[in-house]
C-alpha cells in the first residue's frame, strides 16, 4: 500500500461513525492490555504503588517469578505475606518451630527468645527451671531477674532502706555520729564539715583562721585577701597600683589598667605616639597606619600597588602584585624577569660549551 492509500485510510477512519471509533479503541486496548499481562508472573498482581506488579500474599519475589513460601510446621505467614514466623509457644531454632517447654512456675514470653519462657514472680531462673526466691529479713522481692540497683544482678531481692547486703542476708547499716545515710539508703556519708576516717567514723574538719567551708563542705579555702599557703590562710600584700584577684588558681592579685607586673611591683606603661593601651591594659599597641619600632611608633611607608594589611601595623600588595624587598612588582613582570634569567643562563651555558669545543 503506498503513503497515498495509508493517508487516505486514515483519514477515512477519522470520518468514521462514533460507535466504530469506539470499537478500535476497546480493540487497541484489549491488544496492549493482553500483552502486559502475559509479561507479568502467575501469582501476582498490579502494583497499588508503581506501574509494575507485586506478588500475592504468601508469595515471595524470586527474580520475575512469585515463588510460594515455605512455611514450615507450626509457623504461620506474616502480615507482609513474604516471610513466616513460629506460633505461639514455639521458638525458632534454625529454619524450623521447636516446641516452647515451659518449666513449672513460669509462662510462655515471646521476647525471652533464648527459651521462649519467664519465671512466675518470686522465682528466678537456674538452669532450665524456676526456683522459689527466698528473701530474708529487711528486705523485698524485686521480681527482676537483671540488675537491681545497690544490689547483685539476678537476686530478685533488695535490701530495705537503712541495710546493706551481706551474703544472703541483710545487715542494719551503723551510722556514725556527724553522718548520714545516702540517696539509695545502703551507704552513709559524712554531714558538712565532716571527713570520712577509716570507713567508721566522721573527724571534724579542720579549717585555719581566715578560712571557710567549700562549696562541697569536705574542703576548705581562704577568704578574700587571703591566699592558701599549705595549711594556713595568709594576707595577700598588694603592691601599689594593683589590686587583689582572690583567685584561688591564680595570682593574688593584677596590675591596674596601664600598669605591668614587675616582680612584686607595678611599673607604669609608657605609651608613645601614635599607640593606645590593649584590651587587657598590660601592654600597647601601634595605631594604625604605624608599626612599632624601638619603643615608637612609625608611621607605614607604602610603596606604589599597596595597602594596608588587616592588622593596621603592616602592609601588602594589591592583587596581581608581589612583594620583593620594599617594593610590589607585576606578577607578569616577575614571570618574565624569572624567563629572561633562566634564558640568559642557557645562553651563556651554550657559550661557554662552544668555546671548549674550539
Not at 41 to 60: F, K, L, T
Not at 174 to 184: F, G, I, R
Not at 188 to 207: F, P, Q
Request: with cysteine; proline share 5%.
Amino acid at each position: 500500500m503506498t503513503s497515498t492509500a495509508n493517508d487516505a485510510g486514515f483519514r477515512s477512519w477519522l470520518r468514521a461513525p462514533p460507535h466504530v471509533s469506539a470499537l478500535l479503541g476497546l480493540i487497541g486496548c484489549l491488544v496492549s492490555c493482553g500483552a502486559w499481562a502475559l509479561a507479568r508472573p502467575v501469582h501476582s498482581h498490579p502494583s497499588d504503588i508503581s506501574a509494575g506488579w507485586e506478588c500475592d500474599y504468601g508469595y515471595q519475589n524470586q527474580g520475575a517469578l512469585c515463588t510460594a513460601v515455605q512455611v514450615p510446621a507450626h509457623a504461620h505467614l506474616d502480615d507482609s505475606g513474604e516471610d513466616w514466623t513460629c506460633d505461639r509457644g514455639y521458638r525458632l531454632s534454625l529454619n524450623a518451630c521447636l516446641r516452647v517447654i515451659v518449666p513449672t512456675h513460669a509462662h510462655l514470653d515471646e521476647f525471652a527468645a533464648d527459651k521462649g519462657w519467664q519465671c512466675d514472680h518470686g522465682y528466678r531462673a537456674v538452669g532450665k527451671g524456676c526456683t522459689a526466691i527466698l528473701v530474708p529479713p529487711h528486705a523485698y522481692p524485686t521480681y527482676d531477674e537483671f540488675e537491681v540497683p545497690g544490689e547483685e544482678s539476678g537476686l530478685g531481692w533488695a535490701c530495705d532502706w537503712g541495710f546493706r547486703k551481706h551474703g544472703a542476708t541483710c545487715s542494719a547499716i551503723v551510722l556514725p555520729l556527724h553522718a548520714y545515710l545516702t540517696a539509695d539508703g545502703h551507704g552513709w556519708e559524712c554531714a558538712r564539715g565532716y571527713l570520712r576516717s577509716n570507713d567508721s567514723a566522721c573527724r571534724r574538719l579542720a579549717v585555719p583562721p581566715m578560712g571557710h567551708l567549700d562549696a562541697t563542705g569536705h574542703g576548705w579555702t581562704c577568704e578574700l585577701g587571703y591566699q592558701r599557703l599549705g595549711n594556713v590562710c595568709r594576707a595577700i600584700l598588694v603592691p601599689v597600683n594593683a589590686y587583689a584577684t582572690y583567685d584561688p588558681y591564680g595570682g593574688a592579685w593584677h596590675c591596674d589598667r596601664g600598669y605591668m607586673a614587675h616582680g612584686n611591683t607595678c611599673l607604669l606603661i609608657g605609651v608613645p605616639a601614635h599607640a593606645f593601651l590593649v584590651d587587657s591594659g598590660d601592654a600597647w599597641q601601634c595605631e594604625r597606619g604605624f608599626r612599632a619600632s624601638h619603643g615608637q611608633c612609625l608611621p607605614l611607608r607604602l610603596p606604589m600597588h599597596a595597602h594596608i594589611d588587616i592588622s593596621g601595623n603592616d602592609w601588602e600588595c594589591n592583587d596581581g602584585y608581589l612583594r620583593v624587598a620594599d617594593q610590589c612588582t607585576s606578577e607578569l613582570s616577575s614571570m618574565f624577569t624569572s624567563t629572561d634569567a633562566g634564558s640568559s643562563a642557557a645562553s651563556r651555558a651554550i657559550t661557554g660549551a662552544h668555546l671548549r669545543t674550539q
